[in-house]
């Protein structure tokens, strides 16, 4: 474990998108609620001088969170900028020249995926490489195969401790706290496996479509988009083994496990749907086949879990944005009051957006004489997700070298191998209205352990 701070923040890719939608917001957000005093150096081949990255960056917080005042200046202040080729040597020099006395920069790769080999290997000849570390941003390859090949690429120059894979979802603070809530209270463990879990179904809808984003959505569609990374942190998350140990390994190494154990997904266990008017979305091909909604069946192999489904279904234009999990608990052996009682009594629901919830599905009795009752939800917990932005958290833990909360290789791997067998389109799609709940092929799917549960959204006080 290498728990030294960066001296240096390097982001290349400094005139791109994500460093206008969360670089400097996050940035700015470390200076305000953590006095980050480091230098902050910009690279980018834009043709642009240090100005231009300053009225960038004066840009991007009044559209992304808006401007602190003191926080801005400071930023302005740590701010540098080398305009350059990722593929000319001159470039790294300049960097370093840059970087003067900093011995252990971060290296933010904030630039497609294709040009990470030519710039690490630039960036170890130049000598900015040396205890630096290196962030880098999905996807992290398109199969298992090319994820490998990445993390070879990577390996070359960076040892593992020292490469940082976000995943924005795990910087979420609702996603931390189902492992917080599971591990902080002796109460779920015990009821925590396939004796007394029926289900388990996530649902991750958004109520929006793929505006501006035609061409990368594309390329990836929704299961390689959202489920291969996020979904499977969360249902990691949701189903992992207690962690041991205190390091920063300790849970990524239970993840590791749970997502090992995942059975490599088969076509009968998954439904692709497309919605209506996707194909007329600027930057999308002609007559593509790409879904914008998927569900799929999970299950994991392991005494904790064996036999227990897990449903996942992630899509775009759905009627509401939420993200939600249902674990759903067996019913007693016997209905002792002789009811008809669905299974929809005994659950607990964790929200993941856009608040943070956490619901026990109970049965209460309905006063009376008669022993009859009706289903309740207790509320455990609400409260509106106004924490720190994901890419703030993620970025501070990456300066001070806390890396429980980013991907490891071992994982990445693990979870392209659950995906790999259905990847290229290898199923049908069926085409959903915008507004609905997706293609009725998904109810088929979650069939006898269903159905699903839709989201339902309620104001937060
Ligand atoms: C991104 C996907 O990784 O996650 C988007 O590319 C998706 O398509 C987004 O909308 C969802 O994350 P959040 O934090 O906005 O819920």
Redesign the pocket.
């Known amino acids: 474990m290498n728990s030294f701070y960066s001296d240096a923040f390097v982001f290349l890719g400094a005139t791109g998108d994500l460093a206008y939608k969360q670089i400097f917001p996050a940035l700015q957000g470390l200076i305000r609620d953590e006095a980050f005093n480091l230098p902050i150096i910009g690279v980018a081949k834009a043709g642009w001088n240090l100005d231009q990255l300053k009225a960038r960056a004066k840009d991007s917080l009044e559209k992304h969170g808006g401007i602190n005042q003191p926080a801005f200046e400071k930023l302005l202040s740590l701010l540098r900028y080398v305009d350059g080729d990722y593929s000319d040597a001159s470039t790294f020099e300049q960097l370093r020249q840059e970087l003067g006395t900093s011995q252990r920069p971060l290296h933010y790769l904030a630039i497609p995926p294709s040009l990470f080999a030519t710039v690490a290997e630039h960036l170890a000849n130049s000598g900015c490489a040396t205890n630096a570390r290196v962030v880098v941003e999905?996807p992290f390859g398109r199969d298992l195969e090319s994820a490998k090949e990445l993390g070879e690429t990577l390996h070359k120059f960076f040892p593992e401790e020292n490469i940082f894979r976000i995943?924005?979802?795990l910087g979420?603070e609702p996603v931390q706290n189902i492992v917080y809530t599971r591990f902080a209270n002796p109460i779920f463990d015990p009821i925590w496996n396939r004796d007394h879990v029926r289900s388990i179904q996530i649902t991750?809808a958004?109520d929006?479509g793929?505006e501006d984003?035609g061409k990368?959505?594309d390329e990836?569609g929704a299961l390689l988009?959202?489920v291969q990374?996020?979904m499977m942190q969360v249902v990691a998350n949701l189903t992992m083994d207690p962690p041991t140990g205190q390091d920063h390994d300790a849970l990524r190494d239970r993840k590791s496990e749970l997502l090992r154990a995942i059975k490599p997904l088969t076509p009968d266990a998954v439904v692709r749907g497309q919605y209506d008017g996707y194909r007329s979305v600027v930057g999308v091909a002609p007559g593509t086949s790409v879904e914008t909604f998927v569900a799929i069946k999970l299950e994991i192999d392991s005494w904790r879990w064996a036999g227990v489904p897990i449903f996942v279904r992630a899509g775009?234009m759905l009627p509401v944005?939420c993200?939600e999990a249902l674990v759903e608990f067996k019913r007693p052996p016997k209905e002792t009051f002789g009811e008809l009682v669905s299974n929809g009594s005994a659950h607990m629901r964790i929200r993941l957006?856009p608040d943070m919830t956490i619901g026990l599905g109970v049965r209460v009795k309905t006063p009376g004489e008669r022993m009859v009752g009706r289903d309740v939800e207790l509320e455990m917990h609400r409260q509106s997700t106004t924490d720190m932005p994901?890419y703030e958290r993620l970025l501070g833990d990456a300066i001070r070298g806390n890396s429980e909360q980013f991907a490891r290789q071992d994982l990445i791997e693990a979870q392209w191998r659950i995906v790999e067998p259905i990847l290229g389109n290898v199923t049908p799609f069926y085409t959903y209205a915008p507004g609905t709940w997706g293609p009725v092929e998904a109810d088929q799917l979650i069939g006898n352990d269903g159905p699903w549960v839709n989201p339902q959204l309620h104001s937060v006080e």
């Open positions: 999905k995943d924005h979802y979420k991750m958004e929006f793929v984003r990368f959505y990836v988009d959202v990374n996020h775009k944005t993200t957006s994901p």
